[in-house]
């Protein structure tokens, strides 16, 4: 069974970094995408970021340049968010599916990031 967890996120000032961890399990051994996701107050929730088992890497146009998606062999996901933005607040998702599956199917318990002046 594939089960993620996250952590790392917190309150921080418009400007400030934060870095998110996503552990997983119960997917070593498959071709993986492991994905952040956000949704704010009132809002969809929207991707954010996503990282294949093979490395290669996505990111949404309101995060490109300043945050990286990044994963290690023992099934950890990061995301390092950098120079964050009012409009970066929300709650943060890590989810996960097989590469030739078509939507996310495994999803953690999320986050909270909060940005503020």
């Known amino acids: 069974q594939v089960q993620l967890m996250e952590s790392g996120g917190g309150s921080v000032q418009v400007g400030g970094s934060l870095r998110l961890s996503c552990v997983g399990s119960g997917y070593s051994d498959q071709p993986f995408v492991v994905g952040w996701f956000r949704q704010a107050p009132g809002k969809e929730r929207e991707p954010v970021a996503q990282?294949?088992?093979?490395?290669?890497t996505y990111y949404a146009d309101s995060v490109q340049g300043r945050f990286i998606i990044s994963q290690d062999n023992n099934n950890r996901v990061w995301l390092q968010m950098n120079s964050l933005k009012f409009e970066d607040t929300g709650m943060y998702y890590c989810?996960?599916?097989?590469?030739?599956?078509?939507?996310?199917?495994?999803w953690g318990q999320g986050t909270q990031v909060t940005v503020s002046s």
């Open positions: 990282i294949y088992h093979s490395g290669s």
């Open positions: 989810a996960a599916k097989l590469v030739a599956e078509g939507g996310f199917r495994y």
